[in-house]
Nanobody, 125 residues
Framework: QVQLVESGGGLVQAGDSLSVSCAAS????????MAWFRQAPGKEREFVAA???????NYADSVKGRFTISRDNTKNTMYMQMNSLKPEDTAVYYC???????????????????WGQGTQVTVSS
């Protein structure tokens, strides 16, 4: 069974930086695309960023230029560095793993079938 565990969330001020991590169980981490989604109170879950097995990246327009997604296959871990944080970035951040057999690293959550429990990121103004 695949487990994804996020960490690194917290409370920061607008303009600050924060890094979140997602540790994955299993020996085939390198074969899968991974992604970050987020969900703010009262809103639907939205795509933030994704990274393919070969480290190609994809970002939502709202975070492009501020967030950087990366992965360390030797540690089975994905990261996201978040700079110039804004109050509208406040949300629970979830990591997700793409379905087996596809090389998708896009924004549609239906293509991801394993999810972490989430980590809260709060940005105060």
């Amino acid at each position: 069974q695949v487990q994804l565990v996020e960490s690194g969330g917290g409370l920061v001020q607008a303009g600050d930086s924060l890094s979140v991590s997602c540790a994955a169980s299993g020996r085939t981490f390198t074969s899968y695309s991974m992604a970050w989604f987020r969900q703010a109170p009262g809103k639907e879950r939205e795509f933030v960023a994704a990274i393919s097995s070969s480290s190609d990246t994809n970002y939502a327009d709202s975070v492009k230029g501020r967030f950087t997604i990366s992965r360390d296959n030797t540690k089975n871990t994905m990261y996201m560095q978040m700079n110039s944080l804004k109050p509208e970035d406040t949300a629970v951040y979830y990591c997700a793993r793409a379905r087996t057999g596809i090389s998708y690293y896009g924004a549609n959550p239906a293509f991801y079938n394993y999810w972490g429990q989430g980590t809260q990121v709060t940005v105060s103004s």
